[in-house]
T-cell receptor, first 114, second 111 residues
C-alpha cells in the first residue's frame, strides 16, 4: 500500500459543476496535509493546507480532513476550464525520520469541459 | 521576491557527461529539496537538506550528489549522466518541513 493514494483519473466534469478529489494516507500520526495544483509543463503550486479535522474554505476551494478515516479531500465549486490540471495531495511525515519531508500522491488529473 | 529559482531551464547531455543543476531561494527557508518527476511516477525525492550544513538521501539518490552551499543555495550534480536520468527536476524550499515552494524546473534529456 502506497503511503498516499489518489485516483489517477482523469476526472472529467462539466463547467460549473463541483469537482471532488480524494486522497487517503496510511500514517495515522500525520498532522499536516496539502493540496497542490500542477498545470502541464509547470511546477506544483500550493492551493491549500489543512491541519485540523473538518472543512477549510478558500474561495471556490474547500479542503476536508477526516483523521479518523485517514482521508483528505478537495472540492472545487463552480469548476472552470482553467481548473484543468493535475492535483497533488501531500502529507507531512509524522515521525522523527521523515517530519522534514512531504509524502506525495501520484496526482489526479482533472478536466473541466466547457 | 523571486522565490525559488533554478538554472538551467533546459539541458541536453550525452551519456557520461556531467552537469550541475543550480537552485536558490530568497525566502530565508531552512529546508531545501531536489525532486525528479517522470510520467506515471509522481514526484520522487532525490536529496534534501533540512538545514544549512546537512544533507540526506531521499527515495532515489543513486547517481546524484548534492551540495548545500549556504542557506540560499542547494545544487544537484550528475557525475556521469545516464539516459535513465532524463526527467524534469524540481527544487523546492520550506520552513519547518511544512509547505514547500517550487522552482520552475529543469528539463533534462540524456542521449
Amino acid at each position: 500500500q502506497k503511503e498516499v493514494e489518489q485516483n489517477s483519473g482523469p476526472l472529467s466534469v462539466p463547467e460549473g459543476a463541483i469537482a471532488s478529489l480524494n486522497c487517503t494516507y496510511s500514517d495515522r500520526g500525520s498532522q499536516s496535509f496539502f493540496w497542490y495544483r500542477q498545470y502541464s509543463g509547470k511546477s506544483p503550486e500550493l492551493i491549500m493546507s489543512i491541519y485540523s479535522n473538518g472543512d477549510k474554505e478558500d474561495g471556490r476551494f474547500t479542503a476536508q480532513l477526516n483523521k479518523a478515516s485517514q482521508y483528505v479531500s478537495l472540492l472545487i465549486r463552480d469548476s472552470q476550464p482553467s481548473d484543468s490540471a493535475t492535483y497533488l495531495c501531500a502529507v507531512k511525515g509524522a515521525n522523527a525520520g521523515n517530519n522534514r519531508k512531504l509524502i506525495w500522491g501520484l496526482g489526479t488529473s482533472l478536466a473541466v469541459n466547457p | 521576491n523571486a522565490g525559488v529559482t533554478q538554472t538551467p531551464k533546459f539541458q541536453v547531455l550525452k551519456t557520461g557527461q556531467s552537469m550541475t543543476l543550480q537552485c536558490a531561494q530568497d525566502m530565508n527557508h531552512n529546508s531545501m529539496y531536489w525532486y525528479r518527476q517522470d510520467p506515471g511516477m509522481g514526484l520522487r525525492l532525490i536529496y534534501y537538506s533540512a538545514s544549512e550544513g546537512t544533507t540526506d538521501k531521499g527515495e532515489v539518490p543513486n547517481g546524484y550528489n548534492v551540495s548545500r552551499l549556504n542557506k540560499r543555495e542547494f545544487s544537484l550534480r550528475l557525475e556521469s549522466a545516464a539516459p535513465s536520468q532524463t526527467s524534469v527536476y524540481f527544487c523546492a524550499s520550506s520552513d519547518l518541513g511544512s509547505t514547500q515552494y517550487f522552482g520552475p524546473g529543469t528539463r533534462l534529456t540524456v542521449l
